[in-house]
């Protein structure tokens, strides 16, 4: 059990990690994680938001926690709704602004800082919190997922998007063959890297992605701490990503794995 002076200490250091990393990744975050558009990924990321933005209000208000380059946000701009983006990172956040189209600029308002803090100080009510790919990068998810809940009244929703998914091996040959089709996307990802002279920043992740060394995020939990709050989970999509489409394809089709979650949550 770590003293809350080592808690404190390590906390930081994610932070700090964090803004680093991001700090390298910036407009290059989204070439970099080819994982997140490939056409597979799409498909999910499209269906996705089309299927939150179905239930809401013309000029609805979305709070994207982590918005990074804006992965999600700029989905909900483009389908006319209004995005609070928050991140730690003030390259990623700058490289969002970049990428919004001049037309779209007055629906969002963009912030830099940590997301527990942004939570407790800021007052906004919004219809739809998404959090995508941040969770495994927080050093207490948990307290997060909590302060989220209490900020969500009655019909509110939570998007939980594309976290590494925390699960136990059911069965070998599927995982070796899983860790087979890993190591060869990985091949061709960073053969395409190196053509298109984008470094990889392997070494950098040691502390920024600070869930992974407990195995990611597992949905089980997240919805525990949801309904210990009063949230309902409606839908929890387990899938595997993978750097290619055609990989992900042929692990989804195929083998049957997965790695990857999202999660849509209510409350009531
Ligand atoms: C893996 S990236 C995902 C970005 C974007 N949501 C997406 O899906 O493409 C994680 C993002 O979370 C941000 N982040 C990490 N820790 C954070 C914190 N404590 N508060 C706010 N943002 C944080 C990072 O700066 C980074 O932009």
């Known amino acids: 059990m770590e003293s809350a ?24 975050y989204l070439p970099r994680h080819p994982e997140q558009t ?9 269906r996705t938001i089309n299927e939150v933005c179905a239930a809401l209000p013309p000029g609805a208000k979305i709070l994207d926690l982590g918005c990074g380059t804006g992965y999600l946000s700029l989905g909900f701009l483009s389908r006319g709704h209004s995005v609070t983006g928050l991140d730690l990172s003030r390259e990623m956040v700058q490289a ?24 407790s100080q800021d007052q906004e009510e919004y219809d739809v919190i ?3 790919a941040i969770l495994h990068h927080l050093f207490d ?3 997060v997922l909590r302060q989220i809940c209490a900020r969500l009244s009655s019909g ?16 070998p040959i599927k995982f070796a063959l899983h860790r087979g089709l890993s190591w060869l996307d990985e ?21 920024s992605d600070y869930q992974r060394q407990f195995g990611g995020i597992d949905p089980t939990r997240v919805e525990e701490i949801l309904q210990g709050e009063g949230v309902v989970v409606s839908n929890v999509e387990k899938y595997c990503a993978r750097r290619y489409g055609f990989h992900a394809w042929l692990a989804n089709r195929v083998l049957g794995t997965q790695n990857t979650f999202n999660l849509l949550a209510t409350r009531p």
Request: glycine share 0%; charged share 30%.
């Open 130 to 132: 998404v959090l995508s």
């Open 187 to 207: 091949k061709f990802y960073r053969a395409e890297m190196r053509l298109r002279n984008i470094p990889v920043l392997e070494d950098e992740y040691h502390h």
């Open 38 to 46: 490939n056409f597979f990924q799409n498909a999910i990321l499209d």
């Open 141 to 143: 998810y948990e307290s």
């Open 5 to 28: 002076m080592t808690s404190l200490a390590t906390k930081e250091k994610v932070l700090e990690e964090n803004r680093r990393v991001h700090a390298l990744e910036n407009r290059y």
């Open 96 to 119: 969002f602004e970049e990428a919004i189209p001049a037309a779209l600029k007055p629906q969002a308002r963009l912030v830099v800082g940590d997301a527990e803090e942004f939570l």
């Open 156 to 171: 509110k929703r939570l998007l939980v998007f594309f976290e590494p998914l925390k699960q136990e091996v059911q069965s």
